[in-house]
């Protein structure tokens, strides 16, 4: 299991080049987001609509970053790893919700337990968050890739990243 954490691209910032509309909650961004260099390029994880609807199913409503009427298309890749999203999270959205993190964690975790179900093998899952620190709007991201227990530690993992010292829910299950 890997937890790797570093900074990322002002989302905001990126998506008002790219023609996007700008995310002030929550949001899925496209897996080349922080590298395409125009709209057309953008394409989605495959799993980037059943996450969607996992988190609409909760109380927090999405910041979609395509404009009215545009849709992107979705990369299909064919491996044993159930590859998630990239998961935005703005500062707004964290301090209107802090245990958002959980929240979805848990929200992806449990599909991910019935997705796995009398499957053989390692569930492998590779997910990235990111996600906008409060006080200094600098961006984080997280990347996971590990096993599907291993996703209750994200929540920490963000935690201490955006040097918040509060105490994180990281029970996700």
């Not at 390029?41 to 404009?67: G, K, M």
């Not at 299909?76 to 958002?100: D, K, L, M, V």
């Not at 053989?120 to 984080?140: A, C, F, N």
């Amino acid at each position: 299991m890997t937890i790797t954490v570093g900074d990322y691209i002002d989302v905001k910032k990126r998506a008002t080049e790219l023609g996007c509309r700008v995310p002030d909650g929550w949001a899925v961004l496209p897996r080349n987001f922080s590298e395409a260099t125009s709209f057309e390029e953008l394409v989605h994880e495959s799993n980037a609509a059943t996450v969607r609807t996992l988190l609409r199913r909760s109380e927090y409503s999405e910041s979609p970053i395509e404009p009215d009427g545009k849709r992107l298309p979705q990369v299909q890749e064919n491996a044993f790893t159930w590859i998630g999203p990239i998961i935005f999270i703005a500062a707004a959205e964290i301090s209107r919700n802090p245990e958002i993190v959980s929240v979805a964690c848990g929200l992806i975790s449990n599909y991910l337990t019935d997705f796995f179900k009398g499957k053989p093998g390692d569930h492998l899952v590779k997910l990235d968050i990111v996600v906008e620190q409060t006080r200094t709007k600098r961006t984080v991201k997280l990347h996971y890739e590990g096993p599907l227990d291993g996703l209750t530690q994200i929540p920490q993992a963000i935690s201490e990243a955006c040097g918040d010292t509060r105490s994180t829910n990281a029970n996700v299950n």
